[in-house]
């Protein structure tokens, strides 16, 4: 079964960047979209960013557009999320998944994910 990885959260400063990484294990998932998701503290989990499986349709939520730029590389099983401009209520844990607007039921079971704060 595949397992999905998060990596690359930390501590910025307002204005700073990040990289955050996707990785599969145990399987791949070159055949999905694949989605970014964030929650925040007392929030449910929202949608940020997804992909599709050619890297060649891409979306984002307002909230984070012209700030976040996702990206893909099939051929390492990863998926990536470059956030720029960051703001504090960009604080949250990130988590992968596919994207659940192109599938029935999201396929992955969700990973821990990893933490982004994001001081003023």
């Known amino acids: 079964q595949v397992q999905l990885v998060e990596s690359g959260g930390g501590l910025v400063q307002a204005g700073g960047s990040l990289r955050l990484s996707c990785a599969a294990s145990?399987?791949?998932?070159?055949?999905?979209?694949m989605a970014w998701f964030r929650q925040a503290p007392g929030k449910e989990r929202e949608f940020v960013a997804a992909?599709?499986?050619?890297?060649?349709?891409?979306y984002y939520a307002d909230s984070v557009k012209g700030r976040f730029t996702i990206s893909r590389n099939n051929a390492k099983n990863t998926m990536y999320l470059k956030m720029d401009s960051l703001k504090p209520e960009d604080t949250a844990v990130y988590y992968c998944?596919?994207?659940?607007?192109?599938?029935?039921?999201?396929?992955?079971?969700w990973g821990q994910g990893t933490q982004v704060t994001v001081s003023s």
């Open positions: 145990g399987g791949t998932f070159d055949n999905y979209a």
């Open positions: 998944n596919a994207d659940p607007a192109d599938v029935a039921d999201i396929p992955f079971p």
């Open positions: 992909i599709s499986w050619r890297g060649d349709t891409i």
